[in-house]
């Protein structure tokens, strides 16, 4: 018995199209999301896809380009990106959360950030004042937030199995953001370290000088600074 084939024409286009505001909060949405979760939507290249289209709505698809430059004087740009600096930087063998890190800078001078919550300004000029001080001392995750309280924005998971990056903004939206870089063995991994119950605290990040005078190491940091630069995946 043969079946009967049904004919259908040209789908009709849609009644209605979101409007350029709607387009607009949505990409802020979804940029906000990758920033947080960077290795489940696709990391560096997924963020930079977002930043594209983000700019090409607001009609300027040239101040990406002006960060980059900004970004190559500083030492924070390579052939492969962000990710390619905080190789030759900072240890451990993925730095999606570091490289989001550094993207939400550039969001957030754009207006784009969502944050958790804020710092009074002088809570803010507090924490920089002493920030890299007290990171003279191995530090875990549970101690940075006990110093300094919930973060403004959690780059990656909730699970202390994998590293992370913490993030703290002033109220004031003209002075950086003070970013803790942690740690907790490889990238990947399915069970951690018994020695590590807390993610390790191995930078501190902040200001808009070059890449290298704005890291402070821990003492762990040190001990697991890169001796020369890692390979760099292939794309």
């Not at 024409?9 to 940029?31: F, N, R, W, Y």
Request: charge should be neutral; aromatic fraction near 8%.
């Amino acid at each position: 018995m043969a079946l009967a084939v049904r004919e259908t024409g040209p789908v009709p286009p849609p009644t209605s199209l979101a409007t350029a505001e709607e387009i607009h909060g949505h990409l802020v949405d979804q940029l906000n999301l990758a920033l947080r979760r960077p290795g489940m939507y696709g990391g560096e290249l997924a963020v930079r896809i977002l930043l594209d289209h983000l700019l090409f709505v607001e009609r300027r698809p040239d101040a990406f380009a002006q960060q980059r430059r900004e970004w190559e004087e500083r030492g924070l740009w390579s052939a492969v990106g962000v990710s390619g600096a905080f190789r030759d930087v900072i240890p451990g063998r993925s730095h999606d959360c570091d490289v989001a890190s550094v993207y939400a800078e550039f969001a957030l001078r754009r207006g784009w950030l969502k944050s958790d919550r804020v710092l009074a300004k002088e809570d803010h000029d507090a924490l920089r004042g002493r920030v890299r001080r007290w990171a003279a001392q191995d530090r875990t995750w549970a101690d940075v937030t006990a110093e300094f309280g919930a973060p403004s924005v959690l780059f990656g998971g909730t699970n202390p199995l994998y590293g992370k990056t913490l993030g703290y903004l002033s109220e004031d939206p003209s002075q950086p953001m003070v970013v803790f870089h942690l740690w907790n063995g490889a990238a990947g991994a399915d069970t951690r370290p018994p020695e590590h119950e807390q993610p390790l605290l191995l930078a501190v990040r902040f200001g808009d000088g070059p890449f290298r005078r704005s890291v402070t190491f821990t003492p762990a940091g040190e001990r697991r600074k890169p001796t020369t630069a890692e390979p760099c995946p292939p794309r």
